[in-house]
């Protein structure tokens, strides 16, 4: 007959046999098998709550990346369009024979494309190319690409008050925090999004209105809403993104 301790060695071998893990992890010196336990257990969770934080990952950091270009210089607005009607204001810094360079009221850097067919201005009078020289105020009209716009028209010496227009403005910074605010009469119809990009008159016209009373930014589209009245989109600044033209040309109402 086996004795009362030879029973308890022979349950603890088997116990062994069976249960490994549990066997090791209690014969260690005390708190080591256990905290590592708890690290192997506590790793995978982290690396889980990183992933769904957008944490450190290599495809995180490149799509913040991604964001930022599309923010950077120009970015105030992500919405950018391609060579629609528009144009911005502001104070000559550099002329070339085929392009020329300008800095707006609120630091916002722009570049301008001269061609064979863009008419010069100054004042009210018709001008030629010579006349546009580094330290005068401009208002560039044109097809606008992101911060490089191609001139239709250049006109110096415009009549818009550049630190009266740019005092409402709220320009561009990193990181990108645009305000939000309305201002004035917005369409009670409109939304984001609506109405239709137009060119020639009209947007040369609802464009230089908006820099007249919000000088800082670029405008990179005209829209014609449903109601008749334009929307005037700017890229470049914190604020104002949206500007709102009567049909008869006068501003009524801004917003981010």
């Known amino acids: 007959m086996k004795s009362p301790s030879d029973t308890t060695r022979h349950e603890s071998r088997a116990t062994s046999r069976h249960q490994p893990l549990r066997a090791k992890l209690w014969r260690g010196p005390p708190g080591k098998p256990i905290l590592g336990v708890v690290v192997a257990l506590f790793v995978p969770a982290l690396g889980l709550g990183l992933a769904a934080c957008g944490g450190t990952s290599s495809s995180a950091a490149a799509t913040i990346a991604s964001t930022t270009s599309l923010t950077g210089s120009g970015g105030g607005s992500n919405a950018r369009s391609t060579n629609a009607a528009g144009g911005s204001v502001g104070t000559v810094t550099g002329v070339s024979a085929s392009s020329f360079t300008l800095s707006t009221p609120t630091g916002e850097k722009v570049t301008v494309k001269k061609t064979s067919s863009t008419v010069y201005h100054k004042g009210t009078s018709r001008s030629v190319a010579s006349a546009l020289t580094k330290g005068k105020s401009v208002l560039v009209l044109g ?44 369409p009670a119809s409109y939304k984001e999004g609506s109405g239709t990009i137009v060119s020639g008159t009209a947007a040369t016209k609802a464009t230089e209105a908006a820099l007249t009373s919000y000088a800082g930014g670029i405008v990179d589209r005209v829209v014609r809403l449903s109601n008749g009245e334009y929307e005037v989109h700017c890229i470049g600044v914190n604020w104002p993104h949206h500007i709102f033209v009567t049909s008869d040309f006068k501003v009524v109402g801004a917003n981010d």
């Open 143 to 186: 097809k606008v690409d992101s911060t490089t716009i191609t001139a239709s028209q250049v006109i110096v010496g415009p009549a818009i008050n550049l630190s009266k227009a740019s005092a409402k403005v709220i320009g561009f910074k990193q990181p990108n925090e645009s305000e939000s605010k309305s201002v004035g009469q917005i």
